[in-house]
């Protein structure tokens, strides 16, 4: 019984300094916001305002960030906020 609560204690602990830890996304200093259009994804749109060798895989997650999206799907009409060059 000991041993299981230590177990419990020390993954608490250790989600919790994982947390602490964690880097934060950075926030853009400068957004715009898109409409999404019919046959994008947010790749498309990641793509479309990614820095000349930027990773557009950061790019789609800083958007899921800033909208607050749990999956990188969206649809033609929907507003997103996009960090802005």
């Not at 880097?23 to 715009?32: C, G, N």
Request: hydrophobic share 45%; glycine share 12%; net charge negative.
């Amino acid at each position: 019984m000991l041993v299981a609560l230590g177990f419990a204690l020390a993954i608490a602990v250790g989600g919790g300094l994982g947390t602490l830890l964690a880097p934060e996304a950075q926030t853009p200093a400068e957004v715009s916001t898109v409409v999404v259009q019919p046959g994008e994804s947010l790749w498309v749109i990641a793509s479309e305002i990614a820095d000349p060798g930027q990773d557009v895989r950061q790019v789609v997650e800083t958007i899921r960030g800033m909208n607050g999206l749990e999956r990188s799907t969206v649809h033609a009409g929907q507003e997103l906020s996009v960090p802005q060059g």
